[in-house]
């Protein structure tokens, strides 16, 4: 007797749709837009999560992430590490990579790695990112 009561909570467990995680699995794209020394700057990014982790990030090759020649005349800091800095999310925690913080005014980027001498860069991809993750959020309203 006291077996077909937890088969039946164990059921009704399951059927209820309850989950462990608190962001859903699947692929969600982010993107921030933002504009300084007169240019528009855009990171579009696809952020794979599985059971709370990050699995993989890709930067959309549309992106405007660095800064004007003008301002910064070393692209190939920032291109010749951004696939690297995108690995290093992979298998982090999504409420790691959420509370961390960028600042574009001071540059700074607080709590992840970043590429240094390309932190306004970073910071943008960071944004990005973040925006991707919010959408993942489970909406506990919903849940039965």
Do not use: H
């Not at 290093?88 to 992840?112: C, F, M, N, R, W």
């Amino acid at each position: 007797m006291k077996k077909s009561f937890l088969v039946l909570g164990l059921l009704a467990l399951f059927a209820t749709g309850c989950s462990a995680n608190d962001y859903n699995n699947g692929t969600y794209d982010g993107e921030w837009e933002g504009e300084s020394y007169g240019t528009l700057f855009t990171a579009k990014v696809s952020v794979e999560i599985k059971n709370d982790k990050i699995v993989s990030i890709s930067l959309d090759e549309n992106s405007n992430i660095t800064s004007p020649a003008e301002y910064w005349t070393n692209d190939s800091v920032w291109f010749d590490n951004y696939e690297e800095l995108l690995d290093s999310y992979k298998g982090l925690a999504v409420e790691d990579i959420l509370q961390a913080s960028a600042d574009l005014s001071e540059p700074s980027v607080t709590g992840l790695d970043k590429i240094s001498g390309a932190t306004l860069s970073s910071a943008r991809l960071l944004l990005a990112i973040k925006d991707g993750l919010n959408k993942a959020k489970v909406d506990t309203n919903t849940k039965s």
